[in-house]
């Protein structure tokens, strides 16, 4: 089903065309459309797609950019969803971790991939198993680990993105050997995460 709208005394009409034909090469909408005369789409002339338009990304096994930095590798990025999210892997080894913290920027998601993860909140701790989701709002503060002995492989998204420039600024501080627990939290509160131990 097609929709469209049409402006009439100020007045804002959506009408559904529930019939489609298609004739020689020629795409009618019909039944309901207001016009007087079915309005027509030539496929060979009007099917264009626009460079700014979103595109299909494909991301495949064992690809995307990886920091050193917690084990994380981009999956998509901000850039590459237009702001609406970003999708990361990450491994922690035994026992690794990080510390009570809270975002105000941006929901978690988290897949267990292999492994398990341990969930730290005000009042309950949780652990989720391989194949279990997580979904972490913001602002409300929370740990995570992984419990097990051996390494665990998660996959994050965060709604919306920019956690990524984060993981980004902390490499390139790393790299430059700036990196100490003062400008840790510096770069946190610059994305929105404060440190609560």
Same mark, same amino acid.
């Given at each position: 089903?097609?929709?469209?709208?049409?402006? /009439?005394? %100020?007045?804002?009409?959506?009408?559904?065309?529930?019939? =489609?034909? $298609?004739?020689?090469?020629? !795409?009618?909408?019909?039944?309901?459309?207001?016009?007087?005369?079915?309005?027509?789409?030539?496929?060979?002339?009007?099917?264009?797609?626009?460079?700014?338009?979103?595109?299909?990304?494909?991301?495949?096994?064992?690809?995307?950019?990886?920091?050193?930095?917690?084990?994380?590798?981009?999956?998509?990025?901000?850039?590459?969803?237009?702001?609406?999210?970003?999708?990361?892997?990450?491994?922690?080894?035994?026992?690794?971790?990080?510390?009570?913290?809270?975002?105000? /920027?941006? %929901?978690?998601?988290?897949?267990?991939?292999?492994?398990? =993860?341990? $969930?730290?909140?005000?009042? !309950?701790?949780?652990?989720?198993?391989?194949?279990?989701?997580?979904?972490?709002?913001?602002?409300?503060?929370?740990?995570?680990?992984?419990?097990?002995?051996?390494?665990?492989?998660?996959?994050?998204?965060?709604?919306?993105?920019?956690?990524?420039?984060?993981?980004?600024?902390?490499?390139?501080?790393?790299?430059?050997?700036?990196?100490?627990?003062?400008?840790?939290?510096?770069?946190?509160?610059?994305?929105?995460?404060?440190?609560?131990?």
């Amino acid at each position: 089903m097609l929709a469209y709208t049409q402006k /009439r005394r %100020d007045k804002s009409y959506l009408f559904c065309c529930v019939s =489609l034909h $298609i004739k020689h090469g020629v !795409q009618q909408l019909m039944g309901g459309c207001p016009f007087t005369e079915p309005f027509k789409w030539d496929f060979r002339k009007e099917t264009v797609v626009k460079s700014d338009d979103p595109q299909p990304i494909f991301v495949s096994p064992h690809s995307g950019r990886k920091l050193e930095f917690r084990g994380v590798t981009h999956k998509l990025t901000s850039d590459q969803t237009g702001g609406a999210y970003y999708l990361f892997e990450s491994v922690f080894g035994p026992g690794d971790g990080n510390r009570l913290h809270v975002h105000s /920027r941006e %929901d978690e998601v988290c897949y267990v991939l292999v492994g398990a =993860l341990e $969930i730290r909140l005000a009042d !309950q701790t949780v652990v989720v198993e391989a194949g279990s989701v997580a979904h972490l709002p913001k602002n409300i503060p929370h740990a995570i680990r992984n419990p097990l002995t051996t390494p665990s492989h998660y996959l994050f998204m965060t709604i919306p993105a920019g956690l990524d420039r984060w993981f980004d600024a902390l490499e390139s501080a790393r790299k430059a050997g700036t990196l100490d627990d003062a400008m840790y939290r510096k770069l946190s509160l610059d994305y929105g995460i404060e440190w609560l131990e």
